[in-house]
């Protein structure tokens, strides 16, 4: 907990108190307009934004080249996603593929399990590439996007993410499960954390649809608010079909990203010196 409340007092130097940032989960896929991220990003004087690691792509060249930027940097991170296993959609590139919530949470204590092989191939290929980032960089980590796995085995994740990457602070995701205590509880959709320190990310609840005045001000308690919209999943709205994160059209316009700054800087920072040039 200590490092936790060290960590959040860093943060603090980065960015805004109460920060917010768009949720940009599908960042690492392959079409991504990284020109209109960067450029929309860069204008601050602390980037803040997050995304999923290797669901959209094994790699993330637009990860990379943010974390090159020489400003100060807040970012999260899932680094799996447990959704798919829920709803029976797991790539076979996925983590989870092939497990269910009882199934993987047993293999997560099985050191030779294929789930174990394959997060600590996701997180070594983070860690590689958090080391090459340029200037400073807070990271906070969620090993499991809305996870389904049970408490004992998300701890178990957390604490193998906490010996690898030391210096990130570390973030619980559950799906329908308490948060575990220590570390910083992380909620999706609408409704806000039960306890800090928190995140909160209205991934699932396109932001376009709901009264953002109202989210702004029940979520103040909350380290970081991401702001969502269907689009930032490479979807184009809400109930579209499901396609493969691989294989989804997601080269969207400048026109988006300048829109997410728009809706920022009205609802979080309107009298800011980013938000006046």
Request: hydrophobic residues 35%.
């Amino acid at each position: 907990m200590m490092r936790v409340l060290i960590t959040i007092l860093i943060v603090s130097l980065y960015a805004p108190q109460a920060a917010a940032a768009p949720s940009y989960l599908a960042m690492c896929h392959k079409d991504w307009n990284c020109k209109a991220t960067l450029q929309t990003l860069s204008a601050q004087d602390a980037i803040v934004t997050g995304w999923i690691e290797n669901t959209f792509n094994a790699q993330c060249p637009c990860g990379d080249k943010l974390l090159a930027l020489p400003n100060p940097k807040v970012i999260r991170v899932h680094l799996i996603n447990s959704p798919c296993m829920r709803n029976r959609r797991c790539g076979r590139y996925e983590v989870l593929y092939g497990y269910s919530k009882v199934s993987g949470s047993r293999a997560v204590h099985k050191p030779r399990s294929r789930l174990n092989r394959r997060f600590n191939s996701v997180l070594e290929r983070f860690k590689k590439r958090l080391a090459k980032a340029q200037s400073p960089v807070q990271c906070y980590v969620s090993p499991c996007l809305e996870c389904d796995l049970d408490g004992p085995a998300r701890r178990a994740l957390l604490n193998r993410v906490s010996i690898a990457l030391p210096s990130c602070i570390l973030v619980d995701n559950p799906y329908r499960q308490r948060c575990l205590r220590g570390f910083v509880c992380e909620r999706h959709g609408y409704n806000v954390p039960e306890s800090k320190p928190c995140i909160t990310d209205l991934d699932g609840v396109d932001g376009a649809t709901v009264s953002i005045r109202r989210w702004v001000a029940n979520s103040q308690q909350c380290a970081i608010r991401y702001y969502w919209e269907p689009w930032m999943n490479c979807n184009s709205g809400m109930g579209a079909p499901f396609v493969d994160p691989r294989k989804r059209e997601c080269g969207f316009r400048f026109k988006n990203f300048d829109r997410t700054t728009g809706i920022l800087c009205r609802y979080f920072y309107p009298s800011s010196d980013t938000c006046s040039r």
